[in-house]
């Protein structure tokens, strides 16, 4: 399984950008990089999964480093509903998410 | 469409009681994983299924703990003689096919145990 790293925590403006980053420098190659989010006493929610290009949907985007070994999950435009846990998590063919212990984004008014 | 349905929300039971968590996953999802998430600690894989059938059990503590997905009906996670250590919320996510399909869990709010 790949290990990742993220920082333990950011902050953000309401309605400006975030950048989020995530090394994950042991990934095989055929693991994607998945992003979830867990908002206080809530499930996880996914958020976006990408290969090799960028990803773009309704939520966000996400970057990936052409050599594989980190990616950005970009939020356009913070709102205080983004304020969460976020993870980044490389995932094979196993089902088997594994949670590190993600960035807690804090979204100031 | 129903997501992920979990019952109860909250559990309590009494050290030595049995807990029975149940996951509805979505219409027409047949692959379920169950997670716990023990307080102040990140979530851990538990054990995934797939109708009738378990895929890969190897989060699950070897003893008390066990998980089935019959045929009809919801997943159930069950806690035998259960210890103030399986205090956690436990999540259940469901996929329409399996990982190698890569497509995302949707996982459910949980159901939070209490061991008095």
């Known amino acids: 399984d790949a290990k990742t790293t993220q920082p333990n925590s950011m902050e953000s403006n309401e309605e400006e950008p975030v950048h989020l980053p995530c090394n994950h420098s042991t990934i095989s190659g055929t693991d994607y990089i998945h992003w979830y989010r867990q908002l206080p006493s809530q499930g996880p929610e996914y958020v976006i999964h990408g290969l090799t290009s960028n990803v773009n949907n309704r939520m966000a985007s996400l970057a990936i480093a052409e050599d594989r070994k980190s990616s950005t999950l970009i939020l356009h435009r913070a709102t205080l509903r983004d304020a969460a846990v976020y993870y980044c998590i490389p995932s094979g063919n196993t089902g088997k998410l594994i949670f590190g212990q993600g960035t807690t984004l804090q979204v100031k008014p | 469409n129903a997501g992920v349905m979990q019952n109860p929300r909250h559990l309590v039971r009494r050290r030595g009681q049995e807990a029975r968590l149940r996951c509805s996953p979505m219409?027409?999802?047949?692959?379920v994983y169950w997670y716990r998430q023990l307080p102040e600690e990140g979530l851990k894989f538990m054990v995934y299924l797939q109708k009738e059938n378990i895929i890969d059990e190897s989060g699950m503590p070897k003893e008390r703990f066990s998980a089935e997905f019959p045929k009809e009906g919801p997943s159930i996670l069950r806690i035998q003689q259960v210890v103030r250590g399986d205090s956690a919320a436990y999540f259940c996510?469901?996929?329409?096919?399996?990982?190698?399909?890569?497509?995302?869990?949707?996982f459910g709010d949980g159901t939070r145990l209490s061991i008095l």
């Open positions: 996510a469901s996929s329409p096919q399996g990982p190698r399909s890569n497509q995302p869990q949707h």
């Open positions: 219409k027409g999802h047949s692959h």
